[in-house]
């Protein structure tokens, strides 16, 4: 079992890279969020590996890499866990996850499905699976950073929170967009009448 890979960043894409190690490349795909915060090719870099193997009989071994154990650890509580979640998904739903680790795991502990769809952007059906699956393991996944949306999340159903969001889908912008915004706006000043939430959450729009 490969536990990481260290060596040169021989090339890079939005879903794979491949990195030489004494002249051996290896191929494993990568989260769209890890890519973003890879270096330039050439560069050394450590990456923690998950193995995963496709068809029958042993088949095909594939590589899904990772910038540190917390986020290898997360995909794999994802991938062993949540019912109907292979290698792939499981990656997919990395790259909403990779919003905030910490606000994921809160969410997932409060049994917050409206903050899984709002923030996260799973659909309803995905959020409860997610929660039924993991609100009792995820626990033991350390996270690193802090809570982004933490305000908001414990006052989502605040007159001020909600009739800003309110607001700004009658603007014309999604739910999803219109809750991410306040919350930052709301992170920022917490005092902020409706009005004046809605003129400082246009600006993270």
Sequence with gaps: MIDYINGILDSKNTDSIVVDVNGVGYKMAVSVSAFEKLPAAGSS????????????????????????????????????????????????????????????KSAVSAKNAAMLNDIFGFTKKTADKLIASLKDKIASVNVSGEEKWAGVAQSSSDTVVSEAVAGLVALGYKESQSRNAVSKAYAENENLKVEDLIKKSLQHL
Excluded: Q
């Excluded at 990772?66 to 998904?89: C, N, Q, W």
């Design 45 to 104: 870099v450590k990456i923690y590996v998950v193995e995963a193997v496709s068809g029958m009989y042993g088949g095909v071994i594939y590589l899904y890499g990772f910038l540190s154990h917390e986020e290898r650890d997360m995909y794999v509580l994802i991938k062993d866990e949540v019912p109907g979640t292979g290698a792939k998904k499981a990656m997919e739903y990395m790259d909403k996850i990779s919003k905030s680790h910490a606000d994921f």
